[in-house]
């Protein structure tokens, strides 16, 4: 047996209380003169329970000992029970288990956990999760911890969505519409004299402020259903147990029956000189304290192309910087009118180059920065300045720290993402994950939020109904925005066959920009029906105002099965933009003209 004196090592000393805790139904480590270890004590013998005591002020090097076990339980103070292995806590906890009967259970065998369910991941999905399977009456805890980026920027409670994504995306996107209303105004007789301009400053405060507020009532939120708030980097260490450190590095220890893991993503670097030094993403972008400038956007992805799209659309210089294709994984034909429309609006594209060194030239708010890129076609190699760089080429899944490894949670090796199954269940039975960080799914926070009530319900509420990831609706907040449901047409091609589908196409012309004359032949619908299945739709996509509050209805009806014989025989509201997708009557495959060339 290890020696248990001053010379015995760390390691020799743990694992010496490990062969105590694994030899003997209880074990307490106590001091002989302690009135809680002599009450804990008492508790036993009044049980007729046999225990294994340590008294450390009478052992050698106790006080080592006694350093250790706050090492694996967090709790510093004894007495310090163990029952068949189990860490059960001091002379409360072990009061409290007694007369809750848990200490019963533990004798017979039985498990004992602080919590039924541990969610770690504070956005929409844990939320959601939390606050359901409290309100079926179990006890909750849920951990919350933003990292900060290398800029420095944090936040507060309710994730990616509510902080740094589509909240003040959203209002962003809003604060540019208005700008153009403001030049359609005049057109329709509104004067005024006055020189117009942005106010970054006076915007980004008012949006901070009302995300703020979304923080505190999502605290009130927790506090009201029962849900425990944890604000710390929660990782787990050993099956069941997850290790807590808080911002100012207290750990503290905590064990579930159930866990959910709803962590999200974050933005991905180039991993290229001068990334993380000088650039921002949209996790900085939305709270800067300043206007940033002559922009240039790294990437294509949705994200990308909205934040160009609002910066430009509130005066700036932008350039978007791309690799392949604009919005991998959406409609193509769609994108390719994003992207038009973009450049025809004053956004630059700078196509087929990635940078390959960023270096700062001036610091400041916003300062200069240097960008060299090299084409993805050639030799050829670019320099430009500007004064923020904005990285947006995508996100990584935040499964890298949290000791998934520890407990054997099975990863995608190329992403890093959970697999689950229709359950959301990992490998591991008594672990689930919902949001982002599963693989295979719709990223996107109603899908969160609906995954996350069902699965609690599931778990404690003897329903049964599983997440339908099909036929999901979204939208691309770009200047122009573009809502869709169902197939892009490239992927109802491959699954159906060339000939087995019919694309029926309108553009359209909303009436409210007829008197300023603007982009008669910009906007752009179409559906895409199997003409196997009675012509059922399963692509909707729609590039126009509004576009996703159109997109909400149809998805409804795509749910419900609808068939292109239905949307004919839906009478329209006129006049909208909407009305478009009751009218249409030409297929790409008939090659006929459907630009429109009158008044309407």
Same mark, same amino acid.
């Given at each position: 047996?290890?020696?248990?004196?001053? @010379?015995?090592?760390?390691?020799?000393?743990?694992?010496?209380?490990?062969?105590? =805790?694994?030899? /003997?139904?209880?074990?307490?480590?106590?001091?002989?003169?302690?009135?809680?270890?002599?009450?804990?004590?008492?508790?036993?013998?009044?049980?007729?329970?046999?225990?294994?005591?340590?008294?450390?002020?009478?052992?050698?090097?106790?006080? #080592?000992?006694?350093?250790?076990?706050?090492?694996?339980?967090?709790?510093?103070?004894?007495?310090?029970?163990? =029952?068949?292995?189990?860490?059960?806590?001091?002379?409360?906890?072990?009061?409290?288990?007694?007369?809750?009967?848990?200490?019963?259970?533990?004798?017979?065998?039985?498990?004992?956990?602080? /919590?039924?369910?541990?969610?770690?991941?504070?956005?929409?999905? &844990?939320? !959601?999760?939390?606050?359901?399977?409290?309100?079926?009456?179990?006890?909750?805890?849920?951990?919350?911890?933003?990292?900060?980026?290398?800029?420095?920027?944090?936040?507060?409670?309710?994730?990616?969505?509510?902080?740094?994504?589509?909240?003040?995306?959203?209002?962003?996107?809003?604060?540019?519409?208005?700008?153009?209303?403001?030049?359609?105004?005049?057109?329709?007789?509104?004067?005024?004299?006055?020189?117009?301009?942005?106010?970054?400053?006076?915007?980004?405060?008012?949006?901070?402020?009302?995300?703020?507020?979304?923080?505190?009532?999502?605290?009130?939120?927790?506090?009201?259903?029962?849900?425990?708030?944890?604000? @710390?980097? !929660?990782?787990?260490?050993?099956?069941?147990?997850?290790? !807590?450190?808080?911002?100012?590095?207290?750990?503290?220890?905590?064990? &579930?029956?159930?866990?959910?893991?709803?962590?999200?993503?974050?933005?991905?670097?180039?991993?290229?000189?001068?990334?993380?030094?000088?650039?921002?993403?949209?996790?900085?972008?939305?709270?800067?304290?300043?206007?940033? &400038?002559?922009?240039?956007?790294?990437?294509?992805? /949705?994200?990308?192309?909205?934040?160009?799209?609002?910066?430009?659309?509130?005066?700036?210089?932008?350039?978007?910087?791309?690799?392949?294709?604009?919005?991998?994984?959406?409609?193509?034909?769609?994108?390719?009118?994003?992207?038009?429309?973009?450049?025809?609006?004053?956004?630059?594209?700078?196509?087929?180059?990635?940078?390959?060194?960023?270096?700062?030239?001036?610091?400041?708010?916003?300062?200069?920065?240097?960008?060299?890129?090299?084409?993805?076609?050639?030799?050829?190699?670019?320099?430009?300045?500007?004064?923020?760089?904005?990285?947006?080429?995508?996100?990584?899944?935040?499964?890298?720290?949290?000791?998934?490894?520890?407990?054997?949670?099975?990863?995608?090796?190329?992403?890093?993402?959970?697999?689950?199954? #229709?359950?959301?269940?990992?490998?591991?039975?008594?672990? /689930?994950?919902?949001?982002?960080?599963?693989?295979?799914?719709?990223?996107?926070?109603?899908?969160?939020?609906?995954?996350?009530?069902?699965?609690?319900?599931?778990?404690?509420?003897?329903?049964?109904?599983?997440? #339908?990831?099909?036929?999901?609706?979204?939208?691309?907040?770009?200047?122009?925005?573009?809502?869709?449901?169902?197939?892009?047409?490239?992927?109802?091609?491959?699954?159906?066959?060339?000939?087995?589908?019919?694309?029926?196409?309108?553009?359209?012309?909303?009436?409210?920009?007829?008197?300023?004359?603007?982009?008669?032949?910009?906007?752009?619908?179409?559906?895409?029906?199997?003409?196997? #299945?009675?012509?059922?739709?399963?692509?909707?996509?729609?590039?126009?105002?509004?576009?996703?509050?159109?997109?909400?209805?149809?998805? !409804?009806?795509?749910?419900?099965?609808?068939?292109?014989?239905?949307?004919?025989?839906?009478?329209?509201?006129?006049?909208?933009?909407?009305? =478009?997708?009751?009218?249409?009557?030409?297929?790409?495959?008939?090659?006929?003209?459907?630009?429109?060339?009158?008044?309407?």
């Amino acid at each position: 047996m290890a020696p248990t004196g001053s @010379s015995a090592s760390p390691a020799e000393l743990k694992t010496r209380i490990q062969t105590l =805790v694994d030899s /003997y139904p209880v074990v307490v480590f106590s001091k002989s003169y302690c009135p809680y270890c002599q009450k804990v004590k008492e508790l036993f013998r009044a049980l007729d329970i046999d225990i294994h005591v340590e008294e450390l002020d009478l052992l050698e090097g106790g006080s #080592d000992m006694q350093n250790i076990l706050q090492e694996m339980t967090g709790q510093k103070t004894v007495p310090s029970v163990f =029952v068949n292995k189990a860490h059960l806590g001091g002379c409360d906890k072990t009061v409290q288990a007694h007369e809750d009967g848990l200490l019963t259970k533990l004798l017979e065998g039985g498990e004992m956990y602080d /919590y039924d369910l541990i969610v770690i991941g504070g956005g929409s999905g &844990g939320l !959601a999760a939390s606050k359901e399977a409290a309100a079926l009456g179990r006890k909750v805890l849920m951990f919350d911890y933003v990292v900060p980026t290398p800029m420095g920027t944090a936040w507060g409670l309710g994730g990616t969505c509510v902080n740094v994504g589509c909240i003040p995306k959203k209002l962003m996107h809003q604060a540019a519409i208005l700008g153009q209303s403001l030049t359609d105004s005049r057109k329709f007789g509104w004067e005024f004299d006055e020189k117009v301009h942005h106010n970054w400053g006076k915007m980004k405060e008012a949006i901070q402020n009302y995300i703020g507020s979304l923080n505190w009532g999502y605290r009130v939120a927790l506090r009201d259903k029962k849900v425990t708030y944890n604000n @710390s980097y !929660a990782e787990f260490v050993e099956p069941h147990k997850i290790k !807590a450190t808080n911002k100012r590095g207290k750990v503290t220890y905590h064990t &579930g029956e159930k866990f959910i893991i709803a962590t999200g993503e974050r933005p991905r670097y180039l991993n290229i000189p001068g990334d993380k030094d000088c650039c921002i993403t949209s996790d900085d972008l939305f709270s800067l304290s300043y206007c940033p &400038g002559k922009t240039l956007v790294v990437g294509a992805s /949705y994200v990308a192309l909205e934040c160009a799209g609002f910066l430009a659309s509130l005066g700036l210089d932008v350039t978007v910087m791309v690799r392949s294709i604009l919005l991998r994984g959406f409609d193509q034909e769609m994108a390719e009118k994003v992207g038009a429309h973009m450049e025809n609006h004053g956004v630059k594209f700078l196509k087929k180059f990635v940078p390959t060194k960023i270096e700062q030239l001036e610091a400041g708010t916003p300062g200069r920065i240097k960008v060299i890129a090299q084409s993805t076609q050639s030799t050829e190699v670019i320099e430009g300045e500007y004064n923020t760089v904005l990285i947006a080429v995508g996100r990584d899944a935040c499964t890298k720290y949290i000791g998934l490894d520890k407990v054997g949670v099975l990863l995608n090796e190329k992403n890093g993402k959970i697999s689950v199954d #229709d359950q959301e269940r990992t490998n591991i039975p008594y672990i /689930y994950a919902i949001g982002d960080v599963i693989d295979g799914k719709l990223q996107l926070t109603p899908v969160a939020i609906h995954a996350g009530k069902l699965l609690a319900r599931r778990l404690y509420g003897g329903a049964t109904l599983k997440c #339908d990831y099909v036929n999901v609706c979204t939208t691309v907040f770009t200047p122009l925005e573009y809502g869709c449901c169902g197939l892009s047409e490239e992927n109802a091609i491959a699954l159906y066959g060339e000939e087995h589908i019919e694309v029926y196409h309108s553009m359209f012309w909303p009436l409210e920009w007829t008197i300023t004359a603007r982009d008669k032949n910009g906007c752009y619908a179409k559906v895409i029906c199997v003409k196997l #299945d009675d012509y059922r739709v399963v692509g909707f996509h729609v590039l126009g105002p509004n576009a996703g509050e159109i997109t909400q209805g149809f998805g !409804a009806a795509m749910k419900c099965g609808i068939t292109k014989y239905q949307l004919d025989n839906v009478i329209g509201i006129h006049p909208t933009c909407a009305e =478009v997708f009751t009218t249409m009557n030409i297929t790409k495959r008939s090659g006929m003209d459907i630009t429109k060339k009158g008044g309407c």
